[in-house]
C-alpha cells in the first residue's frame, strides 16, 4: 500500500523555468511532509517541510503547498539552476503515538538543461 | 548532510555472514532513525530507536536483523547470515523531536552489496 505517491518518476525543466514537482497522499492522520533531494551515492538532504495547519512554506526558491483536501503537496523551485538536477523524495509523517517514522514516495528525478 | 556520520560507507559481505552498520546521530540528537533503499525504490522505514529503546520496529523483518543504540557510542543495525536480497543503501537519520519539528537529517549511507 503506497501511501505515499510521487507519479512522475522524471521530469526535464529548462535553466531559469519553474520546476514543480507533485505529491500525492492516501493517509488523512500525516500531518507533516518534508521534501528531501538526493544525488547518487548520497543521502537525502532535507530541502523544505510543512505542517499541516499551513498550506504554504517558502525558503528562498522553494516554495511547497499543500492542499489538504486534494490530499496534494507540490514543490515549486523558481529559478531552476543546473545544481538542482537530483532525486526529489516526498516525505510524510503522522501525529500520535511514539514514532514519527516517514513515509517516502518513490521520488523524482529532476533534470535541468543548461 | 547536517553531521549525521555512517560507517562503513560501502561493505562487502558473503552469503552468511554478518553485517555491523553504525550510525552516529548529530550532536544533541537523541532519536535515531534507520532506513533502507532497496535498487530503484524509495526509502523505506525500519526502525526507531531513542537511547537505550527500541521505540518502534515496525519495518524491520522479523528474523536476521536487529538494532541497538547504547547509552554509549553509536546506534548499530545488524544484519546476521546475510542474503543477496539485503543488498540495499541503508541510511541513518537523526531527529531532536523539538515541538513543531519532525525534520530528520540523513547520513551519506551504507551501501551493503551481498555476493
Known amino acids: 500500500d503506497q501511501q505515499v505517491k510521487q507519479n512522475s518518476p522524471s521530469l526535464s525543466v529548462q535553466e531559469g523555468r519553474i520546476s514543480i514537482l507533485n505529491c500525492d497522499y492516501t493517509?488523512?492522520?500525516?500531518?507533516?511532509f518534508l521534501w528531501y533531494k538526493k544525488y547518487p551515492a548520497e543521502g537525502p538532504t532535507f530541502l523544505i517541510s510543512?505542517?499541516?495547519?499551513?498550506d504554504k512554506n517558502e525558503d528562498g526558491r522553494f516554495t511547497v503547498f499543500l492542499n489538504k483536501s486534494a490530499k496534494h503537496l507540490s514543490l515549486h523551485i523558481v529559478p531552476s539552476q543546473p545544481g538542482d538536477s537530483a532525486v526529489y523524495f516526498c516525505?510524510?509523517?503522522?501525529?500520535?503515538?511514539?514514532?514519527?517514522?516517514?513515509?517516502f514516495g518513490t521520488g523524482t528525478l529532476l533534470a535541468v538543461q543548461p | 548532510n547536517a553531521g549525521v556520520m555512517q560507517n562503513p560507507r560501502h561493505l562487502v559481505r558473503r552469503r552468511g555472514q554478518e553485517a555491523r552498520l553504525r550510525c552516529s546521530p548529530m550532536?544533541?540528537?537523541?532519536?535515531v532513525y534507520w532506513y533502507r533503499q532497496l535498487p530503484e525504490e524509495g526509502l523505506k522505514f525500519m526502525v526507531y530507536?531513542?537511547?537505550?529503546?527500541?521505540?518502534?520496529e515496525s519495518g524491520m523483518p522479523k528474523e536476521r536483523f536487529s538494532a541497538e543504540f547504547p547509552k554509549e557510542g553509536p546506534s548499530i543495525l545488524r544484519i546476521q547470515q546475510v542474503v543477496r536480497g539485503d543488498s540495499a543503501a541503508y541510511f541513518c537519520?537523526?531527529?531532536?523531536?523539538?515541538?513543531?519539528?519532525?525534520?530528520?537529517?540523513f547520513g551519506p549511507g551504507t551501501r551493503l552489496l551481498v555476493l
Open positions: 537519520a537523526s531527529s531532536p523531536l523539538r515541538a513543531g519539528d519532525k525534520t530528520q537529517y
Open positions: 493517509n488523512s492522520m500525516f500531518d507533516y
Open positions: 510543512i505542517s499541516s495547519i499551513k
Open positions: 516525505a510524510a509523517t503522522a501525529y500520535g503515538g511514539a514514532t514519527n517514522k516517514l513515509i
Open positions: 550532536k544533541g540528537h537523541s532519536h
Open positions: 530507536l531513542q537511547k537505550e529503546n527500541i521505540i518502534d
